[in-house]
Structures are given as C-alpha cells and as structure tokens.
C-alpha cells in the first residue's frame, strides 16, 4: 500500500495563498492518479483536483479553476496543490489520495489510500 502524508496548510487571509505538499512512500509504483479532495464541517466531501502522474494530464474541480493548480515533483512521490486567490469558502481540510482502484483518472476517481489531511482557514 502506499502511504500519504500532506503538509502545507496554515491560516491565511482572503487572497492569500498556500502551497500544500503530499509525500507518498511505499507501494508507488501503483499509484499513478492521485487526488486532492477538501472537507469543509458539515458539509460533503469534495473533489478538488486529480493528476495521472504519467503523462501529467490534470483535473480540476469548476470551484478552483483558474486559482488552484495540482502539479508533482520530477519523481512523481510529491504532488503538490498551490492555491492562490484563496476565499473564505475553501476553508477546509485538504486530503490527498492515491491507489486508484479502477476507471479514469477524473474527478469522480475513488480512491484506497489517503493521508490525514492537512487544514486551510481563510478569513
């Protein structure tokens, strides 16, 4: 199995920007979409950007576009999510997931692995 761990999250103001980080190690080589998810209390689990790490190719939820940007590192184990232009609403924690079980690397992807999550607040 692989095993995420994010960092990166902090408190900001509106505008503001944060870059989170998450590190996989162990079973890797099988994780080749891995997924940015945020969780806000009360409120539903959100999918806010994936990456199939061998060609690249990303996603993005219509809530972020154009201000979040999912990228990795040169040997693919740290995705990163640099979020900028940030808004009270984004205030949440922030997930990242890997081991795709089956279908497209997309925003409906599931997902097997994830971290701890780490938190975002935005006033």
């Known amino acids: 199995h692989v095993q995420l761990v994010e960092s990166g999250g902090g408190s900001v103001q509106a505008g503001g920007s944060l870059r989170l980080s998450c590190a996989a190690s162990g079973e890797t080589s099988t994780s080749s979409c891995i997924g940015w998810f945020r969780q806000a209390p009360g409120k539903e689990r959100e999918a806010v950007a994936v990456?199939?790490?061998?060609?690249?190719?990303?996603a993005h939820a219509d809530s972020v576009t154009a201000r979040f940007t999912i990228s990795q590192d040169d040997d693919k184990n740290t995705i990163f999510l640099q979020m900028n232009n940030l808004r009270p609403e984004d205030s949440a924690m922030y997930y990242c997931a890997a081991d795709h079980e089956s279908g497209p690397c997309n925003l409906a992807a599931e997902f097997a692995a994830w971290g701890q999550g780490t938190q975002v607040t935005v006033s």
């Open positions: 990456i199939f790490t061998v060609t690249g190719r990303t």
